[in-house]
C-alpha cells in the first residue's frame, strides 16, 4: 500500500467530517437518558463520556438504529457519517488496488513502446519529447506518488512504481 494513502485533499474533508461525526456521537449518547443501548445499570442514565466514545465508535458498523427526532438527531447524523467514513476508506482502498493492478496490466499489454527510468525533471522533459511525437510511453519511477507522476497520468502515461 502506498505510504500516503490519502492526498491532502482527502484529509480536509474527512478530518472535519470524523470529528463531526464524533461529536455528535458522544454528545447524542452523553445526553440521550433513553437510549437503552446505553443503560449503566438497572435504572438506566446517561452515558460516560468513555463509554459514549465507545459507542460512537461502534456505529461504525453501522449498528445504529436511532429515528430522525428531536431527541436522537445527534445520533441519527453520526450513524449515517461514521460507516460512510468507514465505506469510503475501504473503496479508496480497493480503488487504489484496481488502480495499479490496471497500469501493470496495460504496461505489460503494449508494444513498440518506450521505457522511461526515472521521472525527474530530466525524465520528465524525455516523457513529454516522446508523447508530442505520438510514441507510446511506460514510465519507471521510484515514487509513484510525486508531482511529475501524477502529471504522466493525467495524460494517460502508464506510471509503474520499482526501481529500474
Not at 442514565?45 to 453501522?62: D, N, P, S, V
Not at 516523457?127 to 501524477?150: K, Y
Request: aromatic letters at 8%; one cysteine or more.
Amino acid at each position: 500500500m502506498p505510504s500516503n494513502f490519502f492526498k491532502l485533499g482527502d484529509w480536509l474533508y474527512i478530518l472535519p467530517l470524523a470529528a463531526l461525526g464524533l461529536v455528535l456521537g458522544v454528545t447524542g449518547y452523553m445526553t440521550c437518558g433513553d437510549c437503552t443501548a446505553i443503560t449503566v445499570g438497572p435504572g438506566g442514565g446517561h452515558a460516560t463520556f468513555a463509554q459514549a466514545f465507545a459507542r460512537t465508535l461502534a456505529l461504525i458498523k453501522a449498528s445504529g438504529s436511532f429515528p430522525l427526532d428531536r431527541d436522537h438527531w445527534m445520533l441519527f447524523l453520526a450513524q449515517i457519517i461514521m460507516p460512510a467514513l468507514a465505506f469510503f476508506g475501504a473503496l479508496k482502498l480497493v480503488l487504489q488496488n484496481i488502480r495499479r493492478d490496471a497500469r501493470v496490466l496495460w504496461a505489460r499489454r503494449l508494444r513498440d513502446h518506450t521505457i522511461v527510468c526515472g521521472l525527474g525533471s530530466t525524465g520528465r522533459q524525455v516523457v513529454d519529447s516522446f508523447i508530442d511525437a505520438g510514441r507510446a510511453v511506460v514510465v519507471v519511477t521510484l515514487n509513484s506518488e510525486a508531482p511529475e507522476a501524477a502529471a504522466c497520468e493525467r495524460r494517460n502515461i502508464a506510471v509503474l512504481q520499482g526501481n529500474a
